[in-house]
C-alpha cells in the first residue's frame, strides 16, 4: 500500500512527498543511518498508545 501511495504522490508531483522521497534516497546510501531511522520510527511507534 505504502509503494502505490508513494507512486502516486510522485505522479502527482506532491511537493511534500517529493521532499521526503529525496531525503529517503540520501539515507538509503548508508545502510547505518537507515538503520538508525528504522530503529527511531519503531521506538515512535512502540510509544504510541493501544488503541483499545
Sequence with gaps: MSKQ???EMFQ???SAHMAAM???QKLMQNQGAMQEWFEN???EFDS???NK
Design 5 to 7: 501511495h508513494g507512486m
Design 48 to 50: 504510541l498508545p493501544e
Design 41 to 43: 520510527k519503531k521506538k
Design 12 to 14: 502527482k508531483k506532491d
Design 22 to 24: 529525496g531525503e529517503m
